[in-house]
């Protein structure tokens, strides 16, 4: 049994989507949240700026003494997992194996669609991954830039015009291709879920990143003996690096409860 919180991270709103999943699966444990939203988007910077800001959340979460790290974040995972794993006597959890993992298990045609910030796409990680785990998987992958701004943005319903037509065009190529599972390798995709869905059609399964690594966390901390076993509801704790009132009102529609109150706004370039 080990009481001490998870510690999130991501660059805006993305890394909700594990938080989701993270509490739906393990109430009693305790999460503090970071998303970088004074730096959003990472995924078009350089390797050098994103093993600093994510050395930089990493130092900041770690202030909390938490038992476990996960990078809620593709463009992280797939960019500086390994630097954090080397630095760090914690666990540290990507979503690039979790999700592999998954896709390569649904898949059934063998051609897998893989959607990213540039940084994940150029990374090769998923595609490395996929060919690990199931050699011979035909991967179609395709960078779409727009898509966090219009999320952080609150972009990303149906109906909404821009979401749909930018989504489109992104995925169609994918959808040409005839893949029947496509991964959300960005964890800011899921909130564009019924987007993607509508447009892609029902044969295609969807692989939220941050979904799947929520669950893999679950399994690993059980594995080790560091779930928090005790009755009740754990505590939740979001900070962000710009206005938190933004961040809160984005927040509590996806996660489905009222986060006004319990987001701090705070200084990341003080940790190092
Ligand atoms: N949600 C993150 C990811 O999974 C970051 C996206 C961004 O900031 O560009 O890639």
Redesign the pocket.
């Known amino acids: 049994m080990d009481t001490r919180p998870i510690g999130v991270f991501?660059?805006?709103l993305?890394?909700l989507t594990a938080v989701r999943e993270l509490a739906r699966i393990m109430p009693e444990e305790d999460l503090v949240y970071f998303g970088d939203t004074g730096r959003?988007?990472?995924?078009?910077r350089s390797r050098e700026i994103l093993v600093k800001y994510a050395r930089q959340d990493t130092a900041f979460l770690r202030s909390f003494h938490p038992k476990a790290i996960v990078i809620?974040?593709?463009?992280?995972?797939?960019t500086a997992l390994d630097v954090l794993r080397a630095e760090n006597d914690i666990p540290i959890f990507g979503?690039v194996g979790p999700a592999a993992r998954a896709a390569a298990h649904v898949t059934r045609n063998g051609r897998v669609g893989l959607i990213?910030?540039k940084?994940?796409i150029r990374s090769g990680a998923y595609e490395r991954t996929l060919a690990k785990l199931r050699p011979g998987l035909e991967v179609t992958a395709r960078a779409c830039?727009l898509l966090?701004p219009l999320v952080e943005s609150g972009r990303f319903r149906p109906g909404d015009i821009v979401a749909e037509t930018v989504a489109g065009e992104y995925l169609a190529p994918l959808r040409e291709r005839g893949v029947d599972t496509l991964i959300l390798?960005?964890?800011?995709?899921p909130l564009m879920k019924a987007v993607i869905g509508a447009y892609m059609g029902p044969d295609v399964s969807l692989v939220d990143?941050g979904e799947q690594c929520a669950r893999w966390v679950k399994r690993q901390l059980e594995l080790d003996g560091l779930r928090n076993q005790r009755p009740g509801a754990g505590r939740r704790r979001y900070f962000v690096s710009d206005s938190a009132e933004d961040f809160s009102d984005l927040a509590s529609l996806f996660l489905g409860e009222d986060v006004h109150g319990g987001v701090e706004q705070i200084d990341i370039t003080a940790y190092e």
């Open positions: 991501d660059s805006g993305g890394g959003v988007p990472y995924g078009g809620a974040c593709g463009t992280v995972s797939t979503v990213g910030t940084a994940s830039p966090v390798g960005c964890t800011h995709y990143v």
